[in-house]
């Protein structure tokens, strides 16, 4: 991970803080939004890395759902919080060794991921994806993005963000084009908090 580390970040990590950060942010009412659009479904298998404390669970539909974080604090909270035999956490990284004890997923989640990644970092990462999705099966992503003229307001959360490779629109396509030739995007302009997010569906 590519990432700023203090005492300040470190507490941001706490699954409960967290949580509060992003429903202020309204990270967790557009992740709401973009799962609600895309996954309508039942009994899919999804994959979601950097899942954080799982609260995206509450909005898919019943599903094969398989979360990975590096966080012990988070994985800890989703495991007590989220008991059906159909969800499974891990505390570990996303490498080329796990993807052998895993199923072909439907959908791949990366939620503000990508921004704390550097470029191979998430080469890797995407590639690993890919072997793993089943065919016409979908990547969502969403991280923040750089713009010109953009909101001061969000021009300062973003480039005080944890993750230090917060990229601008062409960055983000440079990488996600190397996987995915079918892919849509779209910058979205938040009012309060102001803030600014690139969203994209992948599809393999």
Known sequence: MSQRSSTLYNLINNP???KSIQKIMSGTSLRKKIIKANIKKKNLNVLDIGCGPAEIIEHIPNCNYYGYDIDKRS????KKKYTSKNYHFFCKKFENKEIKKLPKF???????????LNN??????????????????????????????????????ITRDRGKNVRKKEGYLNLLNLHFKKLKFKILHQSFVPYTWFITTCKK
């Open 75 to 78: 994985i800890a909270y989703a």
């Open 106 to 116: 439907d959908f791949v989640i990366l939620f503000g991921i990508l921004h704390h």
């Open 16 to 18: 409960y803080i967290y």
């Open 120 to 157: 191979e970092q998430a080469k890797n990462i995407l590639s690993l994806c890919k072997k793993k999705m089943k065919k016409n099966s979908t990547l969502l992503t969403e991280d923040p993005v750089i713009i010109n003229n953009q909101n001061s307001i969000a021009k300062f959360f």
